[in-house]
């Protein structure tokens, strides 16, 4: 995969409980919080796109979580052209990252990692809206391994008005095949970038 050449901190390492990839929601009785609190302290670096047939979606940011637990990041999200008009040329702005984490991968023939990273942002400026994406880092494996990607768009309220993914046909959306690599058939192949995770040894 393409190097970003970012220059990092050192990073150390943090126990965490186990991690759900589940569509968590702001609202749900378990919290995003909860849920991702504690998984190796790290840093997500991610820039690319999602294309199928007239859809589009590129992306670009790099979220941190330090082993006290301090988040940090920067993100945005352009919504190109989607299936849902409303949000047809938008875009997703964060500097407030809600929660993050990372999980061991489930097949590690086919990526390194996986990471849950949750944001609460603007859309076209007008404030109240969050962004999940989860991701998975295919790193050095080669053998046609490759990243995946998968952007959930919520209201205020914790209702999901977009995602990427077509694994569940009662969201809006589903613009994007999911894919079985990592953890789960959720997300999409990612198309002309890179999803890179500096983690703990």
């Not at 919080?33 to 590129?58: C, N, P, T, Y």
């Not at 920067?74 to 993050?100: A, L």
Request: hydrophobic share 35%; charged share 20%; glycine share 12%.
């Amino acid at each position: 995969m393409r190097w970003l050449g970012l220059t990092l901190s050192t990073l150390a390492l943090v126990s965490f409980p186990g991690c759900n990839d589940s569509a968590t929601a702001p609202g749900d009785s378990t919290s995003f919080d909860k849920l991702l609190a504690g998984h190796s302290a790290g840093r997500m670096v991610a820039g690319g796109q999602l294309r199928e047939g007239e859809w589009k979606i590129s992306f670009s940011g790099h979220a941190n979580i330090s082993t006290d637990g301090e988040r940090s990041g920067r993100w945005q999200t352009k919504f190109h052209s989607v299936s849902i008009p409303e949000f047809v040329g938008k875009k997703f702005m964060s500097t407030e990252i809600v929660g993050f984490g990372f999980a061991p991968s489930d097949n590690p023939a086919e990526c390194t990692a996986r990471s849950n990273l949750y944001m609460a942002g603007t859309l076209d400026g007008e404030p109240g809206y969050f962004v999940r994406v989860l991701a998975t880092d295919a790193g050095k494996i080669g053998g046609g391994a490759f990243d995946t990607f998968r952007i959930v768009l919520y209201d205020a309220d914790a209702t999901a008005l977009y995602d990427t993914s077509d694994y569940n046909p009662e969201r809006p959306g589903g613009d994007f095949p999911s894919v079985s690599n990592c953890a789960g058939a959720s997300r999409a192949e990612l198309d002309n970038g890179n999803v890179k995770f500096w983690l703990p040894d």
